[in-house]
Protein backbone atom coordinates (compact mmCIF):
# COMPACT_ATOMS: atom_id res chain seq x y z
CA UNK A 1 0.00 0.00 0.00
CA UNK A 2 1.17 3.15 -0.83
CA UNK A 3 1.76 5.97 1.99
CA UNK A 4 -0.74 8.32 0.44
CA UNK A 5 -3.34 5.54 0.66
CA UNK A 6 -2.31 4.35 3.90
CA UNK A 7 -2.64 8.23 5.03
CA UNK A 8 -6.50 8.46 3.78
CA UNK A 9 -7.29 5.18 5.30
CA UNK A 10 -5.99 6.10 8.99
CA UNK A 11 -7.31 9.21 8.78
CA UNK A 12 -10.78 7.46 8.07
CA UNK A 13 -9.78 5.23 10.99
CA UNK A 14 -9.56 8.37 13.04
CA UNK A 15 -12.68 10.01 12.24
CA UNK A 16 -14.67 6.86 12.86
CA UNK A 17 -12.84 6.27 16.50
CA UNK A 18 -13.15 10.03 17.26
CA UNK A 19 -17.10 9.61 16.72
CA UNK A 20 -16.84 7.12 19.62
CA UNK A 21 -19.81 4.90 17.94
CA UNK A 22 -17.48 2.15 17.59
CA UNK A 23 -17.92 -1.17 19.61
CA UNK A 24 -15.23 -2.25 22.13
CA UNK A 25 -14.28 -4.66 19.70
CA UNK A 26 -14.83 -2.82 16.81
CA UNK A 27 -12.27 -0.01 18.22
CA UNK A 28 -9.50 -2.75 19.44
CA UNK A 29 -9.81 -3.64 15.13
CA UNK A 30 -9.76 0.14 14.01
CA UNK A 31 -7.22 0.57 16.59
CA UNK A 32 -5.09 -2.50 15.41
CA UNK A 33 -5.45 -1.67 11.23
CA UNK A 34 -4.33 2.33 12.51
CA UNK A 35 -1.29 0.37 14.06
CA UNK A 36 -0.53 -1.35 10.94
CA UNK A 37 -0.71 1.56 8.88
CA UNK A 38 1.06 4.05 10.96
CA UNK A 39 4.09 1.40 10.90
CA UNK A 40 3.31 1.09 6.81
CA UNK A 41 3.87 4.87 6.40
CA UNK A 42 6.44 5.37 8.63
CA UNK A 43 8.59 2.74 6.34
CA UNK A 44 7.52 4.90 3.41
CA UNK A 45 8.85 7.84 4.57
CA UNK A 46 11.99 6.28 6.36
CA UNK A 47 12.38 4.92 2.35
CA UNK A 48 11.58 8.45 1.21
CA UNK A 49 14.19 9.79 3.30
CA UNK A 50 17.20 7.64 2.37
CA UNK A 51 16.34 8.12 -1.51
CA UNK A 52 16.30 11.96 -0.34
CA UNK A 53 19.77 11.57 1.27
CA UNK A 54 21.51 9.42 -1.50
CA UNK A 55 20.64 12.22 -4.47
CA UNK A 56 21.91 14.94 -1.71
CA UNK A 57 25.34 13.30 -1.24
CA UNK A 58 25.45 12.92 -4.89
CA UNK A 59 24.37 16.61 -5.43
CA UNK A 60 27.59 17.25 -3.87
CA UNK A 61 29.74 15.61 -5.46
CA UNK A 62 29.03 17.44 -8.52
CA UNK A 63 31.77 20.02 -9.09
CA UNK A 64 30.84 23.09 -11.17
CA UNK A 65 32.79 23.42 -14.07
CA UNK A 66 33.76 26.46 -15.98
CA UNK A 67 32.28 26.25 -19.93
CA UNK A 68 34.79 27.17 -22.25
CA UNK A 69 34.09 28.39 -26.04
CA UNK A 70 36.60 27.02 -28.53
CA UNK A 71 36.50 29.77 -31.13
CA UNK A 72 38.77 28.02 -33.57
Same mark, same amino acid.
Given at each position: MKFEESLKELEEIVAK???GNLSIDESIAAFTK?????KNCSKELEAAKGKITILQ !? #????? !? #?VPFEVNND
Open positions: MEQGIELC !K #EMESI !K #E
